[in-house]
């Protein structure tokens, strides 16, 4: 039902029945689902909060990527600042819909890509804190975490809440952007 992107880490949800799936596949279309993903960016956010409406389709060309167009769909992203680094951003990221590709996509279309996205994002070597980074083959991708997810359990009705805690690539990143 929820899903994540490849290379993502993080909280997803698998349904155990028809029925289960289908009440939470209701949810997430009427945004009764919480969201929550933790991401670095590259780039100084020029504000500590924010929201980004911008709908999102496939691309023509290469079919497999997204690009904001105003013919997509409706797609609407908030961030919050947690912490800015010199040249990189850690992000609090609140999804309202759940498109593909959504946070990858509007993060770049704002100029702020997702730290080490290999279809959205420069190379990791283009900056020189990439070129620290790239030397260090400890994330397997985009640095981008599924960190939590809530929502009315289908069955009993209870309010269910998972928080996942950060990956050890994702903390060794911190700290190394950091320096």
Same mark, same amino acid.
């Given at each position: 039902v929820h899903?994540? *992107?490849? *290379?993502t880490s993080g909280l997803l949800v698998v349904c155990k029945s028809d029925r289960a799936h289908l009440a939470l596949s209701e949810r997430l279309k009427t945004h009764d689902i919480e969201r +929550?993903?933790?991401?670095?960016v590259h780039g100084v956010m020029k504000e500590?909060?924010?929201? @980004?409406d911008a709908p999102i389709g496939r691309m023509d060309r290469?079919?497999?990527?997204?690009?904001v167009r105003a013919d997509g769909r409706k797609a609407v992203t908030h961030y919050k600042v947690l912490r800015q680094y010199p040249n990189f951003a850690y992000?609090?990221? #609140?999804?309202e819909t759940?498109?593909?590709?959504?946070? #990858? +996509?509007?993060?770049?279309? @704002?100029?702020?890509?997702v730290l080490g996205d290999p279809v959205y994002g420069p190379a990791k070597e283009s900056t020189v804190e990439g070129k620290k980074l790239a030397g260090m083959d400890f994330?397997?991708?985009? @640095?981008?975490?599924?960190? +939590?997810?809530?929502?009315?359990?289908? +069955?009993?009705g209870e309010w269910?809440?998972? *928080?996942s805690e950060l990956p050890d690539y994702f903390k060794k990143v911190l700290e190394t952007i950091d320096i």
């Open positions: 899903r994540i *992107d490849k *290379d +929550v993903y933790h991401a670095v500590q909060e924010g929201t @980004i290469e079919r497999k990527k997204m690009m992000l609090e990221v #609140r999804l759940g498109r593909t590709h959504q946070i #990858r +996509v509007h993060m770049q279309y @704002i100029g702020h890509p994330w397997p991708g985009q @640095i981008l975490h599924a960190k +939590v997810l809530g929502f009315v359990h289908p +069955v009993t269910m809440h998972f *928080d």
